[in-house]
T-cell receptor
Framework: AQSVTQLGSHVSVSEGALVLLRCNYS??????LFWYVQYPNQGLQLLLK??????LVKGINGFEAEFKKSETSFHLTKPSAHMSDAAEYFC????????????FGTGTKLQVIP | GAVVSQHPSWVICKSGTSVKIECRSL??????MFWYRQFPKQSLMLMAT?????????EQGVEKDKFLINHASLTLSTLTVTSAHPEDSSFYIC????????????FGPGTRLTVL
């Protein structure tokens, strides 16, 4: 079964600095991978998804992630942090592209310092 | 498009009562809906998968008699927390799948349940 590991439960960056949130997956089968953002007391909003097409995936709000099979990673990046980016970010994945349940990482809380 | 709503967004109830949470796909038909539970500062844990017109499939450790799930139509699934207790207090999030793959899963805004 797929498992997803997020390194760092809390990440702090200065406004305007690079955002890097780390995610590694475990499945040997090419997975679907997702990044979601959650603001306090709200549901999840999909930032981007990898579905075995292009390895560099661009999402909303200036975020992007690169699927690296050799490293089993799917790290989320944004060149310049904005105050509104402060939120909880979840990496998630499935075992394959079919009808499979989604497994979530433990989440990374991003703090943006003015 | 692909909007999922939940009602209520926040509910407070007394211990021993039952609470029903609705999950609706507003602009698409969802043959499959998922219910998640999220404890404070933790990740989402899948509780059950429901398919329209059939019994829900519960994850290991989830009491099916306590968390009743009904998926009576292609746009509505309900989660009823029966005889709620304070330990059931949590954030419940549903998602609805519009296609055959997990990449077509859309999440609702969540329901905060507080049991006194």
């Amino acid at each position: 079964a797929q498992s997803v590991t997020q390194l760092g439960s809390h990440v702090s960056v200065s406004e305007g600095a690079l955002v890097l949130l780390r995610c590694n997956y475990s499945s040997s089968v090419p997975p679907y991978l997702f990044w979601y953002v959650q603001y306090p007391n709200q549901g999840l909003q999909l930032l981007l998804k990898y579905t075995s097409a292009a390895t560099l995936v661009k999402g909303i709000n200036g975020f992007e992630a690169e699927f690296k099979k050799s490293e089993t990673s799917f790290h989320l990046t944004k060149p310049s942090a904005h105050m509104s980016d402060a939120a909880e970010y979840f990496c998630a994945g499935t075992d394959s592209g079919g009808y499979q349940k989604v497994t979530f990482g433990t989440g990374t809380k991003l703090q943006v310092i003015p | 498009g692909a909007v999922v709503s939940q009602h209520p967004s926040w509910v407070i109830c007394k211990s021993g009562t039952s609470v029903k949470i609705e999950c609706r796909s507003l602009d698409f038909q969802a043959t499959t809906m998922f219910w998640y539970r999220q404890f404070p500062k933790q990740s989402l844990m899948l509780m059950a998968t429901s398919n329209e017109g059939s019994k829900a499939t519960y994850e290991q450790g989830v009491e099916k008699d306590k968390f009743l799930i009904n998926h009576a139509s292609l746009t509505l699934s309900t989660l009823t927390v029966t005889s709620a207790h304070p330990e059931d207090s949590s954030f419940y999030i549903c998602s609805a799948q519009s296609g055959s793959g997990a990449d077509t899963q859309y999440f609702g805004p969540g329901t905060r349940l507080t049991v006194l």
